[in-house]
């Protein structure tokens, strides 16, 4: 076989791999082959403003390639798309995903097939005594990819449903502190619970302890995760603590002390979100209401991102939070597809702020995708109070790559992943 000329490679690669399949080309092929081609969806990544047609080639765990066509020849296995949408990987910025050790916690991986999640960020189910095994034995042997917030009670959630906050000497403000500034990589903030059965007599505590671990922990962006519903004492008084960067979860909650009274959003809740403190969904089994939703985004308090807040309570309940159809909700509440889809992909992923190139499908990003189906047809939805809403269409989970390896078929061998 004779070796090819340089100017036979350039003219090659030039045509986009015209070379293939010709035997003095073998050796390119095989170098040309992407691991994986997720092929004939529609490809909407609101970091590039991109929805078109796109073919997805994957090598290396990386996305590799972003191309109208990509010829089935250069790949090494397939993934048909076709009809479907192909998002960026799925960020779920409150989910809880420790199961050994928080009460609530579900494995991340099994989630998979119902949220179509390829990062899910544990919301607090650690504290400082239980964060160990969260890094060493869950975050470091799941698929998923995980980052999480520490919660202030050194026990994190392990007690439930005792209120992690009733006692304050677990609000230990040193312990958390350190366990944030020995692992910047993996945690983002501390998480507080701040409700009535939460908390007890302590009031606002807890999140003053909050706080004070991300000052103390001095690891610049650190963020504390305040968790509302039926907080103690006045709403507004909680509001006025958090500060820019902070996220707010529950922030549509019914369960009472809402953030919109007789129809009408807390100034404190606006002005929250204009000196740019966060706004989670953190959907859940009790936290989602319809008429204080509606109102609230009417009025500008709209969310910056979708956190689903599923557990092994809230997964069973019929307001379902799993990641797409709470999506699915904001998407029949008028966001549009491309709004949805960035506070589920691209803000979280900012938020992140761990990765390059989380939450897009920009060649040399990490390679997690999820396809998605967009059911055109009437879907009836119900929040946590039992308000029920119609709907004209919905997110459905079709597929799940994480790092270049689909969740199920096909399988890739060796099945090895980074
Ligand atoms: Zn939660």
Known sequence: ?????????????????SLLGLGAAGALAQADKFDLVIKGGEVLDTSQKLRARRDVGIRNALIAALEPEIPDTRAKQLLDAKGKLVLPGLIDMHAHVYPQVSALGLPADELVPYTATTTYVSAGDAGANTFSALKHYIVAQARSRIYAFVHISSIGLSGFPVGEMLNIDYADVDQAAKTLAENPELVLGIKVRESVDVVGANGLEPLKRAI???????VRGTRVMCHIGNAPGELSALLDLLRPGDILTHAYSGAGNNT???????????????????????????SFDYTVAEPAIAQGFT??????????????????????WVMSKFL??????????????????????????????????PADVSVLELVEGPVDFVDTRKNTRKGSRHLKPVATVRAGRPFGRPYPVPFSYP
């Open 212 to 218: 004070l671990a991300c000052e103390r922990s001095g």
């Open 1 to 17: 076989m004779r070796p090819i000329s340089r100017r036979e490679f350039l003219a090659g690669a030039a045509a986009g791999g």
């Open 332 to 365: 029949n509440l008028g966001f549009s597809l491309e709004q949805v889809v960035a506070m589920a992909t691209a803000t979280p992923a900012k938020i992140i702020g761990r990765v390059d190139k989380l939450g897009t499908l920009a060649i040399g990003a």
């Open 260 to 286: 919109v009274r007789d129809g009408k959003v807390l100034a404190a809740a606006l002005a929250a979100k204009k000196r740019g403190v966060l706004i989670d969904v953190g959907h859940g089994g009790g």
């Open 303 to 324: 969310p910056d991102m979708i956190g689903s807040d599923i557990h092994a309570v809230s997964g069973n309940t019929p307001g379902m939070p799993y990641l797409p």
